[in-house]
């Protein structure tokens, strides 16, 4: 076998600040590039390895295909071969729709859609029955099922047209051959039962006969039956009557219980972006926009009378609140109750509210009377917000969907479940012979994706998180489970920083994934700074020795042992123990406290947190344990809003005490700080606007009349016109 087959083998690398190196990275193994931070690693594996990928693959396309796909440059490299056809996955969020779920990304919901079109069994939302759609085989098959010798008859419900009479209608069916009917417990002849029909008789209490037979072994009685009991259903509108001494049996060909007429399940009415299966609310988006409980009443810990309700505040409103105030001894509501231990029941009045006050709907009811008024359609925009729909609850899904069970869980519910919980639901999962043969292939892809999201340690995601709200990190672990799902051979993956965000705990998980994945006879190749993850890898490219202009060459190559005894490789350095992060002897004390109180946000079990102030804190946890759900969702939301104005709702919780040490909050995450194309980090941080200052106050620029809009970019006669 040749080098090109063996190996990628670079040379001449020049992207950016790449300094003419030579590499080479066997094929089938796990490779790891690494170094210090800006020194050239992503520039290697994605602007240079996978970018010439890309451009070969598109080269190899016709040229029709070509002039859809836009033109890619060639990497500035002498030599590169060896390449297999690569994906990358890298470490960012890439979709903002607020219609893909995790469900949706890694294609388990689609499974699951089908896995409920196929077997899932429809209940009555009334009874609470199963909802049967019988033909004629079933029924057939029921009477055989009677003990040898059962005399039975096959029936039918009369059936009236508009106008038409109990007496000309069986006068009717007499002439079509039909002789007996079943009414009052008993079969008679119609000649003999004609004379008792009087205006009380209702043509529901009345069946005609349209067979009697006996079961036995005879083998025509089989075929004999289908067809009575089609035309039994043909006479009765969809529904048949079996009578036998010990009663009468009702089956139906229509899908229909109750007095309500069912959607056979499909694929589209499980799928919310379907009109068929979408909640015709919220459009399947699981929310609406409304009136916002948490901006009415912001603060739970206040009660009525101490103005929870922030509409009701000022001189105009206030009478809304005093009414309930005066009058609220007469049907014993706790004004003096923080909001948060109000009862349902109270929560629901205060909205609705009865002869003695008017709720809170009455109110905006009020204002949208008056919405011809600017001040009230500013008051209403103020309490206005994404609410969860009130019809689907936030599961997206029409009514209808959610009748259809298996094991007694509807979809809505298998998707709200952590993905560890969901896998031994499926696990535990018991069905029937004809169902288990049915959804065999289905079962066995859902139960192994599920087990790849928990082997790249996400075990703790529900299928219906948005995955606008996945951190970089799980989004692309996302990503290496559907990789997996799909079991492809003879490819490049490229990974950046898989082990971003991911707890210790976890990583053996991770890297079982990749060499299991590799071993599928795959080459991998992943920017990683993690030690365990270097230590795994069959083979360790040390980029460097410094960042930027300081970095850009080859600095070792081999395993990790390799790097440890190589003298210039910083990274061997530090996993050899020679460097290291040293422990600070005296840590800095605290300037204060900041407390959290009954954080009960998604899994946080009512916990109260006390924070330090004036020193740096770190908040940690296995992946799922609920850091973000404490940090970011109730601390960060409640202090933006508090002490920033701004418009957030914070997670559940009682309260935060000594946020009067404070005077804003500032949100540094994972998200790009450029927005637009001109955006680089001297205009993001200011410096640039000190830079045009220096150049707007020289002799030459004052001589010229140029003002410093004249450096700047962003601004006609400053820019390059050619380029814009």
Request: aromatic share 8%; hydrophobic share 35%.
């Amino acid at each position: 076998m040749t080098k090109e087959q063996k190996s990628i083998y670079i040379k001449g690398a020049r992207v950016h600040n790449l300094k003419n190196i030579e590499v080479e990275i066997p094929h089938n193994r796990l490779v790891v590039i690494t170094g210090l931070s800006g020194s050239g690693k992503s520039t290697l594996a994605f602007d240079t390895i996978f970018a010439e990928g890309q451009r070969r693959y598109v080269e190899s396309l016709s040229a029709y295909a070509r002039q859809f796909l836009g033109k890619i440059n060639k990497p500035d490299v002498d030599v590169i071969t060896g390449i297999a056809p690569a994906i990358a996955i890298e470490q960012k969020v890439n979709t903002r729709n607020p219609r893909s779920t995790v469900g949706t990304t890694t294609e388990l919901y689609d499974y699951l859609k089908l896995l409920y079109a196929r077997i899932g069994h429809t209940f009555s939302p009334v009874s609470g029955q199963e909802v049967k759609c019988y033909t004629e085989d079933d029924v057939a098959q029921y009477i055989l099922s009677l003990p040898e010798g059962s005399r039975v008859a096959v029936a039918a419900p009369l059936q009236l047209r508009e106008g038409q009479g109990v007496i000309e209608k069986l006068t009717l069916v007499l002439g079509e051959g039909i002789l007996r009917v079943h009414a009052a417990g008993e079969t008679l002849p119609i000649e003999d039962f004609l004379p008792r029909v009087d205006e009380n008789t209702r043509a529901e209490d009345i069946s005609i006969v349209v067979d009697r037979a006996k079961v036995s072994q005879d083998g025509d009685l089989p075929t004999r039956l289908r067809d009575s009991v089609a035309r039994a259903f043909s006479y009765g509108n969809g529904v048949c009557r079996i009578v036998t001494p010990e009663g009468v049996k009702e089956f139906s060909a229509r899908f229909e219980a109750d007095g309500i007429e069912f959607e056979p399940p499909t694929e589209h009415l499980f799928s919310f972006n379907n009109p068929l299966g979408a909640c015709p609310t919220c459009e399947g988006y699981g929310k609406i926009i409304g009136i916002d409980e948490d901006l009415v009443i912001p603060d739970k810990r206040k009660t009525i009378y101490e103005d929870a309700v922030a509409c009701w505040r000022g001189e105009t409103m206030r009478a809304w609140k005093d009414q309930l105030v005066a009058n609220a001894y007469k049907f014993d509501f706790p004004i003096h109750t923080p909001f948060y231990q109000l009862t349902a029941e109270q929560k629901r009045l205060l909205w609705c509210g009865n002869e003695y006050f008017h709720g809170l709907n009455d109110f905006f009811a009020y204002i949208d009377s008056e919405r011809r008024k600017i001040q009230f359609r500013v008051m209403k925009a103020r309490y206005t917000g994404k609410t969860v729909c009130p019809d689907c609850g936030g599961s997206r899904l029409r009514k209808e969907a959610l009748y259809v069970k298996i094991g007694g869980k509807t979809i809505a519910d298998l998707v709200v479940m952590p993905v560890e919980t969901l896998a031994d639901f499926f696990a535990s999962l018991e069905l029937d012979a004809h169902d288990t043969k049915t959804a065999a292939r289905i079962l066995t892809e859902i139960r192994n994706r599920l087990q790849y999201l928990m082997d790249v340690g996400l075990g703790y995601l529900t299928l219906d998180r948005l995955s606008s709200t996945l951190s970089g990190g799980e989004s692309q672990r996302i990503n290496l489970s559907t990789s997996l799902g799909s079991n492809l051979v003879g490819s490049l993956y490229i990974l950046d920083e898989p082990s971003i965000g991911l707890h210790q705990r976890d990583n053996d998980k991770l890297l079982a994934t990749l060499k299991h994945l590799r071993d599928l006879g795959n080459s991998l190749i992943v920017v990683e700074h993690d030690e365990d993850t270097m230590r795994a890898a069959d083979c360790v490219v040390d980029i460097g020795p410094g960042a930027g202009e300081h970095g850009g060459e080859l600095v070792a190559i081999g395993t990790a042992e390799d790097l440890m005894k190589n003298p210039n490789s910083i990274t061997g350095k530090y996993l050899s123990g020679e460097l290291k992060i040293p422990v600070p002897s005296e840590r800095r004390k605290p300037t204060g406290w900041l407390k959290v109180v009954g954080a009960k946000e998604h899994n946080l079990k009512n916990i109260n947190v006390n924070f330090p102030l004036g020193v740096m804190t770190c908040v940690t946890g296995v992946s799922g344990s609920g850091k973000s759900s404490l940090v970011n969702e109730i601390l960060y939301k409640r202090l933006a809003r508090d002490l920033n104005r701004a418009r957030t709702i914070p997670g559940a919780h009682k309260d935060i005490i000594g946020m009067e040490q404070l005077d804003k909050v500032i949100d540094i995450d994972q998200s790009p700080i450029g927005r637009t194309p001109r955006s680089n980090p001297a205009t993001y941080t200011g410096l640039f606007d000190q830079i045009r200052d220096l150049f707007a106050a020289t002799q030459d620029a004052k001589a010229r009349g140029y003002k410093k809009g004249r450096f700047s970019f962003n601004v006609k006669g400053g820019r390059c016109e050619a380029c814009g």
